[in-house]
C-alpha cells in the first residue's frame, strides 16, 4: 500500500513544502491476519513546516468483538451507532490522498489499513509513506525508540491521551515538525510525489471520540472540545444526537457548574451527535445566546443573571457571546473599586476645565458630592469663584483647588495607591538595571544531542534493527495468542524494509487506488 521515501541529509525535495498526513489508528489486536479490525482511525493533515490544515478522525465499528479495551479504552457503548470502515473508507481515502503519509511504525498501520481496504475491493498501492519510528532510528542515536518516550525527549512535555487516535496523531505532527524544523542538519525528502485522490463515493460519516478528558484550568467542556477533530469543512451533526446532547447540556448548566460524571455522559453524547470542534462549540454559543435573549427580554440584565451567565459561559468555554456585558460589568466594576476609591469631590461651577477634572476622578474610583460634609476630600473650583461652598470648606479644613492643582493632587493619590504597601516608587528601574545586566544564554534542545553524526545506510539499518529479529519467533505464553513481529508502538522487533529511491519512484508511477 505504501512505498516508503525517507528524511535525507542528502538531496531532496524541501519537506517544509510538503503536505504529510500522519496517520494513527486503534485496533481490536495486533494482527490484522487474524481478523482483528480497525476500531478508531485519525488523521492530521499538516504542512512541513508545522502548519496543521485539517483533521479527521472517527470511531469505527469493527463488526467483531470489542477486545483491547485495556489498551484503547473504547467499550461497547462507544461503539453503538458509530461508522462501519465500509462508511468511512472513501472519506478516509481522501484523506491520506495528495500527501506523504506519516505514521510511527508504518508497516503496522499499513497491514490493517490493506485488510480493510482489501474487503471492500479497494487495492491501494504506491501511496507514499514515511515511517517515524524509522526515519529516528536513522538519525538518532537512542537507547528507546518508543514514540512516548521520543516524543518527551524533543518536547520535554508527556504525552496525553495515549492510545486515542487523534491524540497519538497530533503528538506525532509536532515530532516531525520539530525534526524537520529543528535538526542539526537540513533534511530532505527523497521518495514517491503525493497521488490524488480515487474517485470514491464519501458519505461523511463520523463518530469522533475526545481524548484526556479533565477539567483543567480551562474547564470539562474547553477540554471535551479541544480533544474533538479540528475539520474544515465539518460534517452535519446527528440531529437526534445533537438534541439529546443539548437536553443533557442543559440539565448539567442548572446549577451552574459541570462535574465529573456529567462530562462523561456529554463526552458519549457529543460522539453520537458527531460533534467536531466547530459544530459542538456552535451549539454552545446557541445555548448561550438563547439563555442572554431570555435574560434581556425584560431590557435590564440583573447582577444574577449577569453572574449566571458569566458562569455558564466559563463553562461552555463561548466568553466572547457576552463580552460586551462582561466588559461593561467590569469597567464598572473597575472604576467603583479604582485608585481613588473613598474619596468624595465638590466641583463648584460649571467650567470644562472642572468637569473634565471631575469625571477623571469619578473614573478612578471617586464619588461626587453636593454638600460640604466631613467625608469630602477635595472642593474643585476656578480661581476667583465665588460661592458659600468655597467658604464652608476652608472651615472645615478641606482642601480647595484649581483644576490644574487638582489634576496634580489625584495624579499622586493614584500613582501611590496603585503602588501598594510596598513598593517605594523606585523598584523598578533598580530591577530593569538589574536584568539589563545579566546575561541570558539559550538552552539546546536536549534530543539534538543525541544526533548522529551521519545518517545510517539501509545495510547498517538492516543490520542493528533488522536482522537480529529475522530468524527468531517471539516467545509467545502458553496460551496465548502470537504476537506477530512489527507490533504496535515501535517495537525494537519491528521489521521495516527501506525501499530504494529507484523502486520508490518506480512504485509511485503506477496507479494508486484501483478499485
Request: glycine residues 10%; contains cysteine; hydrophobic residues 40%.
Amino acid at each position: 500500500m505504501f512505498t516508503q521515501g525517507r528524511l535525507t541529509r542528502g538531496p531532496g525535495v524541501d519537506p517544509r513544502r510538503m503536505l504529510f498526513a500522519v496517520l494513527d489508528v486503534e485496533t481490536t489486536g495486533l494482527d490484522a491476519s487474524r481478523g482483528h479490525r480497525v476500531c478508531e482511525v485519525a488523521v492530521v493533515r499538516m504542512r512541513g513546516d508545522g502548519t496543521v490544515v485539517g483533521e479527521y478522525a472517527t470511531l469505527v465499528d469493527p463488526r467483531r468483538p470489542l477486545t483491547g479495551t485495556e489498551f484503547h479504552g473504547i467499550t461497547p457503548e462507544w461503539i453503538t451507532g458509530v461508522p462501519t470502515f465500509a462508511e468511512i473508507a472513501g472519506d478516509l481515502a481522501v484523506h491520506l490522498s495528495d500527501a506523504v503519509v506519516v505514521s510511527h511504525n508504518l508497516p503496522f498501520e499499513e497491514k490493517f489499513l490493506e485488510a480493510e481496504f482489501g474487503a471492500l475491493g479497494m487495492r491501494p498501492w504506491g501511496l507514499p509513506g514515511l515511517c517515524t519510528l524509522q526515519a529516528l532510528r536513522t538519525h538518532l542515536d537512542r537507547y528507546a525508540y518508543r514514540q512516548p518516550q521520543l516524543y518527551q525527549l524533543m518536547t520535554g512535555e508527556w504525552m496525553r491521551g495515549q492510545h486515542h487516535a487523534l491524540a497519538d496523531a497530533r503528538h506525532l505532527a509536532r515530532m516531525l515538525s520539530l525534526l524537520i524544523d529543528a535538526s542539526p542538519q537540513p533534511l530532505s525528502w527523497a521518495g514517491p510525489v503525493p497521488v490524488p485522490p480515487p474517485p470514491v463515493t464519501r458519505t461523511g460519516r463520523i463518530a469522533p471520540r475526545t481524548f484526556d478528558l479533565r477539567k483543567g484550568r480551562e474547564g470539562w467542556l474547553a477540554n471535551l472540545t479541544s480533544g474533538l477533530p479540528d475539520m474544515n469543512p465539518s460534517p452535519r451533526p446527528h440531529p437526534q444526537g445533537a438534541a439529546a446532547y443539548r437536553s443533557m447540556l442543559g440539565h448539567a448548566l442548572g446549577d451552574g457548574r459541570i462535574v465529573g460524571e456529567e462530562a462523561q455522559r456529554l463526552a458519549l453524547l457529543a460522539t453520537r451527535a458527531a460533534f467536531t470542534q466547530s459544530t459542538i462549540r456552535g451549539v454552545h454559543e446557541q445555548v448561550l445566546m438563547e439563555a442572554r435573549s431570555r435574560a434581556e427580554a425584560d431590557g435590564v440584565i440583573t447582577s444574577t443573571e449577569l453572574r449566571e451567565l458569566e458562569r455558564a459561559a466559563g463553562n461552555l468555554g463561548v466568553g466572547h457571546v457576552i463580552q460586551d456585558l462582561l466588559y461593561v460589568a467590569d469597567q464598572e466594576k473597575a472604576r467603583k473599586n479604582g485608585p481613588l476609591k473613598g474619596w468624595r469631590v465638590i466641583p463648584v461651577g460649571e467650567s470644562a476645565s472642572v468637569n473634565a477634572v471631575v469625571d477623571h476622578a469619578v473614573s478612578h474610583g471617586a464619588a461626587v458630592g453636593v454638600n460640604v460634609t466631613k467625608t469630602v476630600r477635595l472642593v474643585i473650583a476656578e480661581p476667583g469663584t465665588d460661592d458659600p461652598k468655597i467658604d464652608r470648606a476652608r472651615a472645615a479644613g478641606i482642601r480647595v483647588a484649581a483644576p490644574a492643582e487638582a489634576w496634580d493632587l489625584l495624579k499622586a493619590a493614584i500613582e501611590k495607591a496603585e503602588r501598594g504597601l510596598f513598593d517605594d516608587g523606585a523598584g523598578a528601574a533598580v530591577a530593569a538595571g538589574v536584568a539589563a545586566g545579566l546575561g541570558t544564554e539559550a538552552e539546546g534542545e536536549p534530543w539534538q544531542s543525541f544526533w548522529r553524526s551521519r545518517e545510517l545506510s539501509d545495510a547498517e539499518y538492516h543490520a542493528r534493527f533488522v536482522a537480529p529479529h529475522e530468524h527468531r519467533p517471539p516467545r509467545v505464553p502458553a496460551g496465548a495468542a502470537p504476537v506477530p513481529t512489527g507490533g504496535r508502538g515501535g517495537c525494537a522487533g519491528a521489521v521495516l524494509l527501506l525501499a530504494s529511491l529507484g523502486t520508490a519512484v518506480a512504485a509511485a508511477a503506477s496507479t494508486a487506488w484501483p478499485l
